[in-house]
């Protein structure tokens, strides 16, 4: 068997396989795991790895080795792609909605609700797998005055009201006592603990009411002219994010703004939603006037997505910033694609809440126009006839299919870097701020195919500061890369000796391709799977689930750990 083979003759197969093969290896059993955990044997596997290795690595011992090549392994996503399941299987509704049927989920998939004309119906079921049982139904007058406005602001007898006004979006807060509810320019939010006040007065904004970033902002700003796209509260209900869609401004087509004020202690309930519905936290095109400042090239933020607070503390923690102030409640940090003239990436940012507005790119991710190093092969339009697999057919139908990305896309192959060029990304964050998934329409890159896109997965653990901005913001940062063993000859050098592991700026998050699809995806959530459950071994070895609904289908793949 070859367990029993000597060491010498395991460490010669070691050498011949690819990273991602010799780290599955190396988890098999002990004897091999020893054999492949050697200094020379662990750096001969990273010179695969699109990664700038520092010539101090010789004198790492063998357990910061085995620190540095696990970083690297968690960095770059290298034991996902693994026997990836996924399926396919029919939304579960309840019987009097369809899959048109205007509906919204609690993060607990215990609640749902559902919207036709001015009523919402709520259901709620026991377990994700039960069936939803009627709750209770409740009458919202104040939506016909809404679908009045919008028929008003498309005007009377156009047929273009139906392109731009009616669409209809409807959220629940995470602790199922708000709904909002989205129609045009107009934005109701109202409490499910209802009387009749509430319900007649609910918590209202319209878009393009107000132009609150015209004298916070440098540059060129407009105010949006759009119509809301979809609502999202976020923040423990204490903000409401809105995507816009269908502008004509500079900032076209859309952008995402956020609202309220989760910096107040008071609980974000309906009261709260009246006195602060009205206030912009953020506001993507604001963000990118703000970062472009006077540059010649424009700057734009799409798919914007802010990361929780909890991400500001575990960056305070890693790293404090270069001018000795840590992140807080006037600063908040977030996920978008940046597009410009000089470079397309997705990206992670720091932007100031307060006023002057600024932003500073805290890391680029790596993309197809942003690559950490040369030498990629491959092309964009790769053969992937398992993921293309029919979809159900019928409402009966469920496909259960396992695939395995190293046996079709090299892992430094180009295929697997977004592009970061298209105007509507879906964004997607995990709750431990550790993995991003990305959506992006046509991004098969094949022009005989007019719906559908492709997944990616993004590794954003522990990415601390490299690009800053100003006049070379898009440059790398000179100075000395610090390792953990040594002493940083400059004191002000921001990779100092308190630095646990080689920092992120040369070893880039690679991500990879997870699935090309054939439809269009309408949105995207990333949920950690076997948490707290230590007796299933499925359980373990499924890291992450990706969600995705694409009309009445419930598109799903498990990661492995």
């Known amino acids: 068997m070859a367990v029993y083979l000597p060491l010498e003759i395991v460490q010669s197969i070691l050498l011949h396989a690819d990273v991602e093969t010799y780290i599955a290896a190396r988890q098999t059993c002990r004897s091999w795991r020893c054999a492949a955990s050697a200094p020379y044997m662990l750096k001969h596997a990273l010179q695969q790895v699109p990664a700038s290795i520092p010539p101090t690595v010789n004198s790492l011992s063998q357990d910061e080795w085995a620190r540095y090549f696990a970083q690297i392994t968690r960095l770059n996503l290298l034991s996902c792609r693994h026997g990836i399941q996924k399926s396919v299987t029919p939304v579960a509704l309840p019987e009097e909605c369809t899959p048109t049927t205007i509906v919204d989920v609690s993060a607990d998939g215990r609640s749902l609700i559902a ?36 028929l008003l602001e498309g005007g009377a007898g ?35 603990h209802h009387n009749d006040n509430d319900l007649m007065s609910p918590a209202e904004y319209g878009l393009g009411q107000e132009d609150p970033f015209t004298n916070a902002t440098r540059g060129t700003y407009e105010d949006t002219d759009g119509v809301v796209d979809s609502l999202e509260f976020a923040d423990d209900d204490a903000l409401l994010r809105v995507a ?178 298209f105007p509507s990304p879906l964004l997607a964050l995990s709750s431990d701020s550790k993995i991003l998934a990305i959506y992006e329409p046509s991004g098969n890159y094949s022009p005989t195919i007019i719906s559908g896109g492709s ?71 990333v949920v950690q799977s076997g948490l707290g459950d230590t007796t299933s071994r499925t359980s373990r070895r499924c890291a992450y689930t990706i969600n995705a609904h694409s009309g009445g289908q419930l598109l799903q793949w498990q990661l492995g750990a």
């Open 115 to 150: 919207l036709k004309g001015g009523r919402v119906t709520e259901y709620e079921r026991a377990t994700e797998s039960s069936p939803w049982e009627y709750s209770r139904g409740i009458t919202l007058c104040s939506q016909w005055t809404s679908v009045c406005r919008a």
């Open 158 to 192: 156009c047929m273009s009201i139906n392109q731009r006004y009616a669409k209809r979006s409807i959220a629940i807060s995470s602790k199922r006592d708000l709904i909002a509810i989205g129609l045009g320019k107009t934005i109701q939010i109202y409490s499910l």
């Open 244 to 421: 816009v869609t269908k502008e004509t401004t500079v900032h076209q087509p859309n952008r995402v703004r956020y609202l309220g004020c989760p910096s107040l202690t008071t609980k974000p309930d309906l009261e709260y939603w009246r006195e602060n519905i009205k206030r912009v936290y953020l506001d993507s095109a604001a963000l990118s006037v703000a970062l472009a400042g006077q540059d010649e090239y424009r700057l734009i933020f799409r798919g914007l997505r802010l990361l929780p607070s909890s991400f500001a503390a575990h960056q305070q923690q890693e790293q404090p910033s270069q001018d000795g102030q840590l992140p807080g409640e006037t600063t908040r940090y977030f996920v978008a694609s940046l597009q410009s003239g000089v470079i397309h990436s997705y990206c992670i940012g720091l932007a100031t809440i307060s006023t002057p507005q600024t932003v500073k790119i805290h890391r680029l991710l790596p993309s197809a126009y942003f690559r950490p190093s040369d030498g990629i092969s491959g092309s964009r339009t790769a053969n992937l006839p398992p993921f293309n697999s029919p979809f159900p057919t019928s409402k009966c139908e469920e496909q259960h299919t396992s695939y395995n990305l190293l046996d079709t896309i090299p892992r430094w192959d180009v295929t697997n870097l977004p592009s970061a060029t």
């Open 455 to 525: 997944v990616y997965i993004y590794c954003i653990d522990n990415c601390n500061p490299v690009y800053q901005p100003g006049p070379q913001r898009f440059k790398q940062p000179t100075g000395k890369t610090s390792l953990p063993h040594e002493r940083a000859d400059n004191p002000d050098d921001k990779f100092s000796a308190d630095t646990r592991y080689p920092p992120p700026d040369i070893i880039p998050s690679w991500p990879f391709l997870l699935d090309k699809v054939p439809v269009d995806i309408e949105d995207l959530e």
